[in-house]
């Protein structure tokens, strides 16, 4: 079974840049598999960032942007901020109706 | 605006049926661009795609619980509902609610969980 592969922690400095990246454990990511990233504080629900690869939702500040890097999936956050400090999830659509999340990212700003 | 909403039993006993129900208010799955889904999480865990239903009543499964699936659709009644057979605690998670949406035709073609529901926790216990 296709397992989608995400860095299982990060830190970021407050202001700085970080780029999460969704992979395959077999095969590269195009954006045939409409990766989306969702932001997720303990105790909420999911709130989406980014589908179909590099579409912000509604809402969503400019310095969340996805992208596809080399092989992968990528979410990258330009700025950060103390409140970004959250579980990061990307999901992948491997056709025929099926999705498979990532493990998640725990970003750290410090 | 759009709002889902998960409801049914937040305990169901080992061995049993978890049955849950998403209610849509705001707007609508009556269409064949739109579908609905249901994902968990366990506690302390990351997110799980369980399965999808769309507007054609075609459904779609995770492979790993398949066979205990069962997901339906009423588009009159705006609902869609899960239900999970034999349940272990391993089956206890919070259950999210979700609505689909894809559109392939123009230049950027689209296939996203466009609303989540609040989430519903389940507990499997005695």
């Known amino acids: 079974q296709t397992v989608v592969t995400q860095e299982p922690s990060f830190s970021v400095s407050p202001g700085g840049t970080v780029t999460l990246t969704c992979g395959l454990s077999s095969g590269s990511v195009s954006s045939s598999y409409y990766p989306s990233w969702y932001q997720q504080t303990p105790g909420q629900a999911p709130r989406t960032l980014i589908y179909s690869t590099n579409t912000r939702s509604s809402g969503v500040p400019d310095r969340f942007s996805g992208s596809i890097l080399g092989n992968k999936a990528a979410l990258t956050i330009t700025g950060a901020q103390a409140d970004d400090e959250s579980d990061y999830y990307c999901v992948l659509y491997m056709g025929s109706g099926i999705w498979v999340f990532g493990g998640g990212t725990k970003l750290t700003v410090l | 605006q759009l709002q889902l909403q998960e409801s049914g039993p937040g305990l169901v006993k080992p061995s049993e049926t978890l049955s849950l129900t998403c209610t849509i208010s705001g707007g609508s799955i009556s269409s064949s661009s739109y579908y609905g889904g249901w994902i968990r999480q366990p506690p302390g865990k990351g997110l799980e795609w369980i399965g999808s239903?769309?507007?054609?009543?075609?459904?779609y499964y995770n492979p790993s619980l398949k066979s205990r699936i069962t997901i339906s659709i009423d588009t009159s009644k705006h609902l869609f509902s899960l239900k999970l057979s034999s349940v272990t605690a391993a089956d206890t998670a919070v259950y999210y609610c979700?609505?689909?949406?894809?559109?392939?035709?123009?230049?950027?073609?689209?296939?996203?969980?466009?609303?989540w529901g609040q989430g519903a926790l389940v507990t499997v216990s005695s």
């Open positions: 979700v609505r689909g949406f894809y559109d392939y035709s123009g230049e950027r073609p689209q296939n996203q969980f466009d609303c």
């Open positions: 239903v769309y507007y054609s009543g075609d459904t």
